[in-house]
């Protein structure tokens, strides 16, 4: 599975982004896709999550209201929309995807996207 992350870059405060996550490859099994972040000197924050059966999605405190997680299965593409941004957002923003194997379950990871949110 390879996941390429886009949609990054410069916004001010209070603005907006879309991030948009393509997988390509082996994706038969992948059962769930997330969107995490990492801020320099912090440890990797998981920010949402979706399942690819039903969609069900679940978010982190620190984004729930202002970010939405969607998917396109026919596209194999997953979104972030990032609305109100705030400078505590700058981070390099990863996408995820977990792969059911034979009784495993594999993490793939894109190579990461930088935000940055000026005052």
């Known amino acids: 599975v390879q996941l390429v992350e886009s949609g990054g870059g410069l916004v001010q405060a209070g603005g907006s982004l879309r991030l948009s996550c393509a997988a390509s490859?082996?994706?038969?099994?992948?059962?769930?896709m997330g969107w995490y972040r990492q801020a320099p000197g912090k440890q990797r924050e998981l920010l949402a999550t979706i399942t690819s059966s039903s969609g069900t999605t679940n978010y982190a405190d620190s984004v729930k209201g202002r970010f939405t997680i969607s998917r396109d299965n026919a596209k194999n593409t997953m979104y972030l929309q990032m609305n109100s941004l705030k400078p505590e957002d700058t981070a390099i923003y990863y996408c995820?995807?977990?792969?059911?194997?034979?009784?495993?379950?594999?993490?793939?990871w894109g190579q990461g996207t930088q935000v940055t949110v000026s005052s």
């Open positions: 995820n995807a977990k792969k059911l194997g034979w009784r495993t379950v594999t993490d793939y």
């Open positions: 490859g082996s994706t038969f099994g992948i059962t769930a």
